[in-house]
């Protein structure tokens, strides 16, 4: 019973002084912090090594030595915890997740993502005149926003007016970008409020 | 003459405004909030194209097709991605085509955020369906976009046993899931920008499977580019999940959270107008 009240209780408690900082920074408030910093590092470690053993020991343990230097190649990361004249080897673990990352981003980017979007722009056949529409102000943005980050030239005639076009569009992306966010804030905030307000039975 | 100029600003209706002490006015927007849940007030939401089209994709799917669920849902978006998390699961399991939902986590969290969903939610499996036959949960994997790259070239490598320990060649709903050509359709639900570019890159580029996304309020932005030529739909946040739950035809906690959200929006919706006129009078008065 106590147990039950209590696991009810602490969380709503932890759950009211975490929204208490919106309108004063106490200890409060830190104390939750740092409990969520330090229970979040501590899952997170314990997750990694149940991953390491799931992925790497267990498979190398059942024959799978092709990970061997896999291992090696990510302890190469740690040197730069090492003493300076050896510090130069954590490149080489670097080296290979920025490697093969690049490699699998950027071979994949541009039949996935810059050449169809371009397709999907110049479509001309088939399309609903509020396709064409889209389309047609899509490119004026595309191109008044592009002509805004031509640096090497003064703004002034037509790229001035492009430009200052393009910054009003800018402007627009951001205030909806801000907004969204405050949308998900929105939802996050409505969660626990109702969170909270659902668990003491109201 | 000052003395007037001063007495007319003070007295303005604009600068009382502004003058508004910001914590009453907090709590009186969350009071706001509350009362249309408990005295139980439902706004009626009209599901969205997108959203339409997202329950006719998974609806028209043939018999049996694998859908990979890949779950972003963490503390910091929990609210936002939750519902969606909630409605999909329940969609997927209910349509007569006997999908197979197979789930798995971006972050090592996930899993545990993926359970307080389904307890949050009351979200159960349907009695016709069974865990390890119809739906498994995998786990998380690591590496982000190289991970979930290495995952459609062979499952098995980053998910040899689901999230519980048992071996993936012990779980009908793995059989002949090995690769990316296995997959009918990946759904998303995040926050993160980048992991709707990388699936977009990985998975539609590479091996043309098709997405679907119930994004966060603050990443919808990074979908609708692709949309519909790679996205093939999506539920917005907690709005698109009530959306969902109307076309499914159910309420539950979803529903009055959306009708809730609505009113949040408007109550934000006067107060960021009031606060925009108010601050552009006073500027003008002040001026004068």
């Known amino acids: ?202 | 003459m000052t003395e007037t100029t001063e007495s007319k600003k003070s007295g303005s209706i604009w600068v009382k405004i502004q003058n508004i002490p910001l914590v009453p006015l907090q709590l009186l927007f969350v009071v706001l909030i509350i009362i249309p849940v408990v005295a139980g007030i439902s706004i009626p939401s009209t599901p969205s194209t997108s959203v339409k089209e997202y329950y006719d994709f998974l609806a028209d799917l043939p018999e049996g097709s694998v859908v990979i669920f890949n779950s972003q849902m963490y503390g910091w978006n929990y609210g936002d991605c939750a519902p969606g998390c909630a409605a999909t699961m329940n969609l997927v399991l209910s349509l007569p085509n006997n999908l197979r939902f197979i789930v798995m986590f971006v972050s090592s969290d996930g899993g545990m955020f993926w359970d307080t969903m389904k307890k949050d939610f009351n979200v159960e499996l349907p009695s016709d369906k069974k865990y390890g036959e119809d739906y498994v949960e995998l786990g998380w994997y690591v590496g982000g976009e190289v991970g979930f790259s290495t995952l459609l070239d062979d499952f098995l490598t980053i998910f040899p046993e689901d999230r519980y320990g048992t071996p993936a060649e012990e779980l009908p709903v793995m059989d002949n899931v090995l690769t990316g050509d296995d997959i009918s359709v990946i759904i998303a639900s995040t926050s993160l920008s980048a992991l709707v570019d990388y699936e977009v890159r990985q998975a539609y580029s590479r091996y043309d499977i098709p997405l679907l996304f119930a994004p966060a309020g603050m990443t919808v932005m990074s979908v609708i580019p692709y949309y519909p030529y790679a996205v093939k739909g999506y539920i917005t946040g907690l709005t698109g999940a009530a959306q969902l739950e109307s076309l499914m035809g159910i309420t539950s906690l979803t529903s009055k959270m959306g009708t809730a959200f609505s009113f949040m929006t408007l109550e934000a919706f006067v107060l960021a107008i009031l606060g925009i006129v108010g601050g552009y009078m006073q500027t003008r008065e002040e001026g004068e």
């Open chain 1, 1 to 202: 019973m106590v147990v039950e009240l209590l696991s009810i209780w602490i969380p709503i408690i932890l759950v009211v002084i975490g929204l208490s900082f919106v309108f004063v920074d106490w200890p409060g408030w830190r104390f939750c912090e740092t409990i969520i910093i330090g229970g979040g590092t501590g899952h997170t470690v314990i997750m990694c090594f149940r991953n390491i053993d799931r992925t790497i020991i267990t498979p190398i343990g059942k024959g799978s030595y092709i990970l061997i230097p896999a291992i090696l190649f990510g302890a190469l990361m740690y040197f730069r915890f090492a003493p300076k004249n050896i510090r130069w080897l954590q490149r080489y673990g670097y080296a290979w997740i920025v490697g093969g990352g690049l490699g699998i981003v950027i071979s994949t980017m541009i039949q996935g993502q810059i050449l169809p979007a371009i397709a999907e722009s110049a479509k001309i056949i088939g399309l609903t005149s509020m396709d064409t529409l889209n389309n047609i102000i899509s490119f004026v943005i595309f191109v008044t926003v592009l002509s805004y980050f031509i640096f090497t030239k003064e703004h002034t005639g037509i790229l001035g007016a492009s430009a200052n076009i393009g910054r009003k569009f800018l402007m627009i992306a951001f205030g909806l970008g801000f907004s969204a966010l405050m949308m998900t804030y929105f939802g996050v905030l409505l969660e626990r409020v109702l969170w909270v307000i659902t668990s003491i039975g109201l």
